[in-house]
């Protein structure tokens, strides 16, 4: 079982909106490499017309919720991955770090 400082330290709302204005253009494939339909980063679009960070925020809230009973370990790991296919090595070690604290 995780520790409790682990579990603060795990993904979050607040983490996700930071690491929402850090995308640019590979949001998109980042939806694809978190098994987020394209109907759905459509519909994130479309529910924030002319506010790209908010959409991509919706996006992995969506993630975010759909993986929950994953546990926290489980979710970061899946991000950091899908953020290093995109070639944001960077913010994949940013998710690893929060997570190792």
């Known amino acids: 079982m995780e520790s409790d400082n682990q579990l603060k330290q795990a993904v979050d709302d607040a983490f996700l909106m930071r690491l929402a204005d850090q995308l640019e253009n590979e949001w998109r494939r980042l939806g694809t490499h978190l098994a987020i339909k394209k109907a759905e980063v459509d519909r994130c679009l479309a529910d924030h017309p002319g506010k790209e960070a908010e ?27 899908a953020l290093k296919k995109c070639g944001r090595k960077d913010l994949a070690a940013t998710v690893e770090e929060r997570h190792s604290e």
Not at 57 to 75: C, E, I, N, S
């Open 55 to 81: 959409a991509v925020y919706a996006m992995l809230v969506l993630w975010f919720t759909r993986t929950r009973d994953k546990g926290p370990g489980v979710q970061t790991r899946i991000l950091a991955e």
